[in-house]
């Protein structure tokens, strides 16, 4: 034991004892430390707020102009939301009609292309032809009524290249069968009803 003295070696009773006191008080030392770094950041912060509101002279008008601009800031934020909601809402609603008249027009589309055709004859080409007009209309291509059949006809030559002789033939029959004072035979009436079958499959 007299060896561990003389050599100057600290007993290990010694240092388990000192080991925790030096870390309580390096614990101790952070905290302080911390604790001062915080009071210097906050007294830093609070000079700066009453360095900044000491320049302004008036207080009250200062927050009430404060108030008036964030009343208005709500205002716009609700108004342009409300619009979004609206904008949003109406794109919805015409989508809606537009998907409805679509299916409507495909409705009446589908009537217009399985029409009677019994009756006498020049009803039934009188009635084919209306029917085509009726058809070209829902297309976007409806007669003028100041127009003539012949020049309605070729105003639709131009847009149906290929039923050039269709549509031309049509329009000779009902002519004849609207302004002529005698009935059409059977063979105006079979040559009517051909020729719209063929309009009503490519327009």
């Known amino acids: 034991m007299s060896e561990n003295l003389n050599s100057g070696e600290v007993p290990a009773e010694v240092e388990e004892e000192e080991s925790p006191l030096i870390e309580i008080l390096f614990i101790l030392i952070q905290i302080a430390l911390a604790l001062l770094l915080g009071f210097v950041l906050l007294a830093l912060t609070l000079f700066l707020i009453k360095s900044e509101l000491t320049k302004i002279k008036n207080l009250p008008q200062f927050f009430k102009a404060f108030y008036s601009f964030l009343i208005g800031a709500i205002k716009d934020i609700f108004t342009t939301v409300k619009e979004i909601n609206f904008n949003l809402s109406s794109s919805w609603k015409k989508r809606r009609e537009k998907k409805k008249d679509k299916k409507s027009n495909k409705k009446e589309v589908k009537d217009i292309k399985n029409i009677d055709l019994s009756g006498e004859s020049n009803s039934i080409i009188i009635r084919i032809y209306n029917s085509l007009l009726k058809l070209l209309s829902l297309k976007g291509m ?39 004072n005698h009935s059409l035979g059977e063979n105006a009436v079979k040559a009517a009803k051909s020729i719209w079958k063929i309009l009503k499959k490519k327009i």
């Open 142 to 180: 409806g007669k003028d009524p100041a127009a003539t059949p012949y020049e309605y006809s070729s105003y639709l030559q131009d847009k149906y290249q290929d039923l050039k002789e269709e549509i031309n033939n049509l329009t000779d029959i009902f002519v004849e069968s609207a302004y002529s």
